[in-house]
């Protein structure tokens, strides 16, 4: 199974529930989890959870009665709750995937100071095919070791 096999209706809701997850903030200039580049990203990796995330928005359903943004606040509050509390590792599966997701977004980083490239080698470009960094390792004496 895969994010292809997701309903429109099922779409909907994983987009609403990451909003609600980690909604949007003006004060710190980043996006919610319900934003489309963030949506695409949860959609292109679901992958092997697709699974438990379709059971998460199907319990979801069920405990909501029609698609959750169509909710009020209070209601979808309440739903939210109850899919806290019964949603097991279907419901912890979704928030997992939809954090995994916002907290790799570009402009997320950015607003936590984090630097968008790998930390080593800090600025050093290394030119292709050298392999002087190696030679300190091609110095020390050879190791044998017996394989079981």
């Given at each position: 199974m895969?994010?292809?096999n997701?309903?429109?209706?099922?779409r909907?809701?994983?987009?609403?529930?990451?909003?609600?997850?980690?909604?949007a903030?003006e004060?710190?200039?980043?996006?919610g989890a319900?934003?489309?580049?963030?949506?695409?990203?949860?959609?292109a990796?679901?992958g092997?959870?697709?699974k438990l995330?379709?059971a998460?928005l199907d319990?979801?359903?069920?405990l909501?009665?029609q698609p959750?943004?169509?909710?009020?606040?209070g209601r979808?509050?309440?739903?939210a709750?109850?899919?806290?509390?019964?949603?097991g590792?279907a419901a912890?599966t979704l928030?997992?995937v939809?954090?995994?997701?916002?907290?790799?977004?570009d402009?997320?980083?950015?607003?936590l100071?984090?630097?968008?490239?790998?930390p080593?080698p800090?600025g050093?470009?290394?030119?292709?095919?050298d392999w002087?960094?190696?030679?300190p390792?091609?110095a020390?004496?050879?190791?044998?070791?017996?394989?079981?």
């Amino acid at each position: 199974m895969s994010a292809d096999n997701l309903t429109r209706i099922q779409r909907d809701d994983l987009r609403t529930v990451a909003g609600m997850i980690v909604p949007a903030s003006e004060a710190y200039k980043v996006p919610g989890a319900d934003d489309a580049a963030i949506q695409a990203d949860i959609l292109a990796t679901l992958g092997r959870d697709s699974k438990l995330v379709t059971a998460a928005l199907d319990h979801l359903a069920r405990l909501a009665g029609q698609p959750i943004g169509e909710l009020d606040a209070g209601r979808r509050d309440a739903v939210a709750q109850e899919f806290r509390k019964t949603g097991g590792a279907a419901a912890a599966t979704l928030v997992r995937v939809v954090l995994q997701c916002y907290y790799r977004d570009d402009r997320v980083l950015r607003s936590l100071g984090i630097e968008q490239r790998a930390p080593f080698p800090k600025g050093h470009v290394l030119p292709d095919g050298d392999w002087t960094l190696l030679d300190p390792v091609k110095a020390r004496a050879g190791t044998l070791r017996r394989v079981p």
